[in-house]
């Protein structure tokens, strides 16, 4: 593995103009995006899984849809004020071993609320498993990054394909388990949170030795423009993350009381299609990292944010065949974007792989959080029903995208 890592570091040299010979090029360590998208899984995983049971705690402590919201609010607003800050300060001083210490907080949050007596004390064990997911996305992004070997795509669809399966399988574990057993079966879950302890401990292992910890900056990407440019050009991803994330709240809050409402099925046959949906969304991330290494991440964003927009459109009228339908084209279609958005936005910014990562992912959790905040008020308002109307409209926001410049254009001519 050192030899690989050797190699990496050898043509990120080259490229700042030291004489190394042509022979030596990068190579992905698929070892190590294997593990980081393994870990990733499992944490996923748990907190798809708090989601997930939002109908047993919704009857079990009377909660109202705002008060739903608010959980998955101050788990998401946690999590995305830190995960910047966590970015910023390993930019500049690695901290390899803080992988499995952002988990231990994870399991913290988890063994609390499966025992939590009140609404008060969900609030907390949420704002823990945020603060643990505050630690392990940017820092497990910039491993990612480190072990791709300059495929950059295809490194974060790894890792954020792990992500999305775990996402997938929380409904369906909260079905087979949690529902049937009850809130303190959610302990059992804490096997998951030591299995991802034990190897984010060995990832951190490789981390501290990686040759270029210190050497971020030369491992960037060679983005020429102007700082209002970049400025612009990040204003706009945002708001196409915005327009992501704020539907997604839609579907992974809300989709099973959808279902329940609209179509009167029973809770685990709703967990069961948002497991559908949310394993859609899995295969999905696969495809945009790679496509975007080789024909552009702007195209891919094209596709992704405004190519899903007649979908959701049509989603609120369908029936419960075509729901299921385009629900998995939604979440295929939809999911591409993330790991494009994220690689692009690196390659705007050279040398801060950990800001950018906590930024987007931070922005991304948040707009989650926002978003399912204001639905659920929206929906005690109105109908839940009525909430998928109104979310039907976001992905036209990807429109916006004519706006972003052509990085790979600009490299080609250099």
């Known amino acids: 593995m050192e030899t690989s890592l050797e190699k990496s570091s050898a043509l990120a040299g080259a490229s ?35 989601l997930a049971i939002y ?37 500049k001083h690695p901290k390899p071993y803080s992988l499995p210490v952002g988990m231990g907080f994870t399991l913290a949050g988890l063994l609390l609320m499966s025992v939590a007596p009140n609404f008060g004390l969900l609030l907390v064990a949420a704002a823990l498993v ?35 399966a775990g996402s997938s399988l929380g409904p369906l574990l909260a079905a087979l388990i949690v529902i049937p057993h009850g809130q303190r079966s959610i302990a059992w879950f804490s096997v ?68 329940i409402d609209k179509f009167h099925l029973p809770v685990q046959a709703a967990q069961v299609h948002l497991f559908v949906f949310l394993a ?51 979440g295929v279609v939809l999911a591409s974007a993330f790991s494009a958005i994220l690689v692009y936005a690196q390659e705007l910014i050279p040398g801060k792989v950990g ?17 399912a905040a204001v639905l659920g008020q929206l929906a005690d308002a109105t109908s839940i029903a009525y909430v998928y109307k109104v979310c039907s409209f976001l992905p036209l926001i990807g429109v916006l995208t004519v706006c972003l410049p052509d990085l790979e254009g600009k490299r080609a001519k250099a």
């Open 280 to 330: 859609a969304v899995a295969a999905g991330t696969v495809i945009g990292g790679p496509v975007g290494d080789r024909i552009g991440r702007k195209y891919v964003i094209w596709v992704s944010i405004l190519g899903v927009a007649p979908f959701t459109l049509l989603l609120p009228y369908a029936n419960l065949f075509w729901t299921g339908v385009l629900t998995v084209i939604i």
């Open 355 to 371: 800001m950018v990562a906590g930024l987007f992912f931070g922005f991304a959790f948040g707009m989650g959080g926002i978003g």
């Open 55 to 91: 109908p047993m705690l919704k009857d079990n402590f009377a909660l109202s849809f705002g008060q739903i919201g608010l959980i998955t609010l101050t788990y998401q607003i946690t999590a995305s004020l830190l995960q910047p800050l966590v970015g910023i300060y390993t930019d």
């Open 130 to 164: 945020g603060c643990g997911s505050s630690v392990f996305h940017p820092e497990s992004s910039r491993v990612a990054r480190m072990a791709s070997g300059g495929r950059h795509g295809l490194a974060q669809s790894l890792f954020q394909v792990g992500g999305n």
């Open 192 to 259: 998951a949170a030591l299995v991802a302890i034990v190897v984010l401990t060995q990832i951190g292992r490789w981390y501290k030795q990686h040759p270029s910890v210190r050497k971020a900056r030369s491992q960037a990407g060679h983005a020429t423009l102007s700082r209002n440019k970049v400025m612009f050009a990040m204003g706009v991803l945002i708001l196409l993350v915005f327009s992501k994330y704020f539907y997604l709240a839609s579907i992974n809050s809300y989709f099973t009381f959808y279902l």
């Open 16 to 50: 700042a103009g030291a004489a190394q010979p042509a022979a030596k090029v990068q190579r992905t360590v698929y070892s190590v995006l294997g593990a980081i998208s393994f870990s990733h899984l499992l944490n996923d995983m748990i907190q798809s899984l708090i």
